[in-house]
C-alpha cells in the first residue's frame, strides 16, 4: 500500500500536467508539498474524534477521508474510544461544553446556527485543534475552511478564527425544467433526472452538495421560475424527497417554484383567486402534503404576474394578496415563501425600471413575517453593469432578498470569460442613503426588518451536466464567488479570486497573480464591449446571445430601441425629471446627484440620459469619441487576456489551459463583432467618423444585422 501511495505521489508531483476536466471543481484536494503544513495535517488526522453522532458527521468523515487520502496520501484515524488521547475534536458547543470556559461559550454561541470557531484548546495539559459549531452544520463549514487553508498552505493551527454568516438564506435557483433543458443554461442539460428518481440516484448529486456545503450554500430551488404545475403532484414531491434527503446532512433544503393557476391546473377549481376560501384550502393541503414528506421543506419561490405567469392581478388582486395567502399555508411548518419583484408588463404604459416600484412600494409592510421579496441586483434585467434596484433601501419593512444571475445569460454565456465577483461586489457596495443615512445595498440584506425576518442571497444557477458543470471552467469561479458573497457580502473580489484560483489550479504565485489579473479585468472588459457608459439590453433578441442594437417591433420593452434611444441628437434613456424620472424612486442623494448629466458616475450616464453626440466627457472626449474607445478598449482587454493565459501554458494542465484558450479566442472574435456591429449600427446616427487612434470597426452592418443563431442555448428552440 504504501510502494503505491509513494508511486501515486511520484507521478502526482512530477506529472502536475495530468489531465484534467474540472469535474472535480475547487475540491479536487492535491498532495501537499509544503512540509509544515502536511505535517501539521497529519497530526491532526492521526487521531480524530467526533463527538456524538450525526449524519452531518459522517459527511464530515467522508470528506476527512477523502481529503487525507488525497493530501497526505494517508487515511485519517477515527478515535471513537478516548478522546484525551485525540489531537483533532469536532463537535457542537453543547456537546463540548465540559472542555470549554464560559467565554469560549458565549462568543460561539454568537457565532449563530451555522457559525464555526476553530483553533487550540487546552484541557488537562494537552492541546486539542478544536472545530465547534452550535450545530453540526457549523462544524462542517469549520471543517471546509480546515481544508481550504490546508490545500492554500495557509493553515496555522495556532491561530484562533471563527466565522458566521452575515446572511441566513444562502440559496440557488435553478432555472430548471422537467424536460432537463435549463432555461439560460449553459452547460448542457439539467443535473436533475427526474425521470429516474425517485429509484436512481445520480452521485453527481452528492458531489453537487458537497460543492455548495464548502461554500455554505444552504438552499437550493430546484425548478424554472417559469413553474409547471406538476412539480406539485405527490409523484413529483416523490423525487423531490430524495433529493431533500440526500442535501440534509450537508445543511441545504430544498425549494419549489409554485405556479400561481396550480390549483385550476391539478386542483379542478375554477379559479386561483387568493381570497377564495377553495383555493386558501387547496394551497394547505398541497403544503401539508409536501411537508409529509419533506419535514423540512424550505417553501416555495413564485414568479407571478410577470413576462405572462400567472398571478393574483388576474382576480383583481395585488402581489401582497397572492404572497401571503401562500405564506399562511406554509406558517405552520415554519416554511417561508419568496415572491420575486422581476414584475413588469408591457401592457403598463410605464418605464419598465420603474414598474416594480410602483407595485411594492404602496405594499411596504403588507406582507407576513415569513415572506422574502426577492429583488434582481438591478431594475430591468441582469444587464452587463446595472445601477442598483431602487427597491433596495425604499421598502422599510418588508425584507428584501438579493437575486444575482450567476449564469450568464447577458455576460457572454459560456463561451466569455467573464468573472462575476466585481460586479456584485459594486451592487453590494453601493450606497442606498436609507432607510438609514449609511446604508448600502449590503447592510439592507443583511437586516432582518422584524426578529423572525430571513434574511436572503440568491443566485441563478450556472450548472449543468457537462463535466466540468458550468461550461466555462471559469463559471465555476462564479458560483463559487456567489457563494462566498452570499456568505459574507462585504469580501472582495480580489480576495475570492485568489482563493478559488489556488484552490484549482495550485499555489505557483505568478500563475496566480496572472490568473487573477485576467478574472479582475474581465468584467470591465465585457461592459466595455457591449454596452459601456450605461447601455443596456442591446442583445440578440430573445437568446441574447451576441449585439443587436438594431432589434424593433414587437413588444417595445423587448426591443434595444427603446434602451438606447439613439437618434440624429444623441443616445440614451432620459430618466430624469424630462423623461420617465425613474430618478425619483432613489434617496434624494442620488437623485440629485445623478440628475445632473455631469455628475453622475460615467458608468451610469446613458442609464439615466439621453445626451448629445458631443456632450463633453470627464476626460474631454466627446460622448461618440469615448463610446468608440469604450468598444475598442474591450477588446483590448480581452487580447491581453488571451495574452496571460497564452503565458500560462506550462504551468496549467494541456486540458484545462486549452479549454480555455480555445474559448479566449472565441471571446476576441465576439468582443470584436460585439465593437464592430454596435458601432457601425450607432454611426448610422451620429454620421460621426471613428477616432483614429482605435481599431477601425470593419465589415458591414447589414451582414451583421442578418446573423441568425438558431443554435443558441438556454431557451427552447423554435425549430
Ligand atoms: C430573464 C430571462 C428569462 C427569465 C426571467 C426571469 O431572460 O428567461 O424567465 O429573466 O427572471 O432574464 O424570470
Keep these: 500500500m504504501k510502494i503505491l501511495f509513494s508511486f501515486l505521489l511520484w507521478i502526482a508531483i512530477f506529472f502536475p500536467s495530468f489531465s484534467n476536466d474540472g469535474y472535480k471543481l475547487w475540491l479536487d484536494y492535491q498532495p501537499i508539498t509544503n512540509p509544515t503544513i502536511k505535517k501539521d495535517m497529519a497530526d491532526l488526522m492521526s487521531g480524530v474524534f467526533i463527538f456524538g453522532e450525526d449524519p452531518t458527521y459522517q459527511v464530515i468523515r ?13 487515511a485519517p484515524t477515527f478515535n471513537t474510544s478516548d478522546k484525551t488521547k485525540a489531537q483533532f475534536w469536532l463537535g457542537t458547543r453543547t456537546q463540548m461544553s465540559q472542555f470549554l470556559s464560559m467565554t469560549e461559550q458565549v462568543e460561539i454561541k454568537a457565532l449563530g446556527e451555522d457559525g464555526y470557531w476553530m483553533g487550540p484548546v487546552e484541557v488537562n495539559g494537552k492541546t486539542h485543534y478544536a472545530i465547534i459549531g452550535n450545530r453540526p452544520v457549523g462544524v462542517l463549514y469549520g471543517v471546509y475552511n480546515l481544508m481550504k487553508s490546508i490545500q492554500t498552505e495557509t493553515f496555522d493551527k495556532s491561530l484562533l478564527i471563527s466565522d458566521y454568516p452575515k446572511v441566513k438564506l444562502r440559496m440557488l435557483n435553478h432555472w430548471d425544467n422537467l424536460d432537463k433543458t435549463v432555461e439560460r443554461g449553459y452547460a448542457g442539460a439539467s443535473i436533475w433526472d427526474w425521470h429516474k428518481l ?38 413529483f414531491m416523490k423525487k423531490v424527497k430524495v433529493l431533500a434527503d440526500l442535501f440534509r446532512p450537508y445543511g441545504i433544503k430544498v425549494f419549489l417554484t409554485a405556479r400561481f393557476s396550480a390549483p385550476m391546473e391539478i386542483g379542478g377549481l375554477e379559479t386561483a383567486d387568493p381570497l377564495d376560501p377553495k383555493v386558501k384550502d387547496f394551497w394547505q393541503k398541497k403544503t401539508d402534503e409536501i411537508y409529509s414528506y419533506i419535514p423540512d421543506f424550505g417553501g416555495f419561490l413564485v414568479k407571478a404576474n410577470s413576462e405572462g405567469q400567472p398571478g393574483p392581478h388576474e382576480y383583481g388582486r395585488n402581489h401582497a394578496d397572492g404572497a401571503n395567502m401562500l405564506a399562511a399555508a406554509l406558517a405552520s411548518h415554519q416554511g417561508l ?12 404604459d410605464e418605464d419598465r425600471h420603474k414598474q416594480a416600484n410602483i407595485e411594492f412600494e404602496p405594499l411596504d409592510g403588507k406582507f407576513m413575517n415569513n415572506v422574502i421579496l426577492q429583488v434582481k441586483n438591478g431594475a430591468i434585467d441582469f444587464q452587463p453593469r446595472e445601477p442598483f434596484h431602487p427597491l433596495f433601501g425604499a421598502l422599510k419593512k418588508t425584507q428584501v432578498g438579493m437575486e444575482f444571475q450567476i449564469t ?22 453601493s450606497q442606498t442613503f436609507t432607510p438609514k443615512a449609511n446604508s448600502t445595498v449590503s447592510s439592507v440584506i443583511e437586516s432582518p426588518v422584524s426578529e423572525k425576518a430571513i434574511t436572503l442571497m440568491a443566485g441563478v444557477s ?14 465555476q469561479a462564479n458560483w463559487y464567488a456567489f457563494g462566498r458573497q452570499a456568505w459574507n457580502p462585504e469580501i472582495n473580489s480580489a480576495e475570492i ?20 489579473q485576467i478574472m479582475l479585468q474581465s468584467h470591465e472588459a465585457a461592459v466595455d464591449y457591449m454596452t459601456p457608459l450605461g447601455l443596456h439590453h442591446i442583445m440578440g433578441r430573445s437568446h441574447h446571445y451576441g449585439p443587436a442594437p438594431w432589434v424593433t417591433g414587437g413588444r417595445a420593452d423587448w426591443t434595444s430601441l427603446y434602451y438606447h434611444r439613439a437618434d440624429s441628437l444623441g443616445i440614451g434613456f432620459d430618466r430624469t ?49 469615448g463610446l468608440a474607445n469604450h468598444y475598442d478598449r474591450g477588446v483590448k482587454s480581452v487580447r491581453e487576456m488571451q495574452q496571460t493565459w497564452k503565458s500560462l501554458e506550462s504551468v496549467i494542465d494541456p486540458e484545462r489551459w486549452d479549454h480555455v484558450n480555445q474559448l479566449l479566442a472565441i471571446q476576441e472574435t465576439e468582443a470584436v463583432w460585439w465593437r464592430n456591429a454596435c458601432l457601425l449600427y450607432f454611426q448610422t446616427f451620429s454620421k460621426l467618423p471613428f477616432p483614429s487612434e482605435i481599431e477601425q470597426p470593419s465589415g458591414d452592418l447589414e451582414y451583421y444585422k442578418s446573423l441568425q443563431f438558431p443554435y443558441a442555448p438556454g431557451i427552447k428552440p423554435n425549430w
Excluded at 425629471?577 to 455628475?599: M, R
Design 62 to 74: 467522508n470528506e476527512l477521508n477523502l481529503a487525507c487520502q488525497k493530501m497526505i496520501l494517508e
Design 198 to 235: 425517485p429509484g436512481y440516484v445520480d452521485p453527481r448529486y452528492i458531489e453537487y452538495a458537497r460543492a455548495n456545503a464548502s461554500l455554505g450554500i444552504n438552499a437550493v430551488s430546484v425548478t424554472n421560475v417559469n413553474a409547471k404545475a406538476i412539480v406539485l403532484t405527490t409523484d
Design 337 to 348: 415563501l419568496i415572491w420575486r419583484a422581476f414584475v413588469y408588463s408591457h401592457e403598463v
Design 577 to 625: 425629471s424630462s423623461g420617465t424620472d425613474a430618478l425619483a424612486q432613489y434617496a434624494s442623494e442620488i437623485e440629485n446627484e445623478w440628475s445632473d448629466p455631469h455628475q453622475i458616475p460615467e458608468k451610469y450616464l446613458l442609464w439615466f440620459h439621453h445626451v448629445p453626440w458631443d456632450f463633453k466627457l470627464k476626460d474631454g472626449n466627446t460622448l461618440w469619441n
Design 497 to 516: 479570486a485568489n482563493e478559488w484560483i489556488k484552490l484549482t489550479f495550485g499555489q505557483n504565485q505568478v500563475m496566480v497573480e496572472k490568473i487573477s
Design 408 to 429: 450568464q445569460e447577458y455576460l457572454g454565456q459560456a463561451t466569455q470569460l467573464v468573472f462575476l465577483a466585481p460586479m456584485w461586489e459594486e451592487v453590494l457596495k
Design 462 to 475: 450556472n450548472i449543468g451536466t457537462d463535466r466540468n458543470w458550468t461550461g466555462h471552467l471559469f463559471g
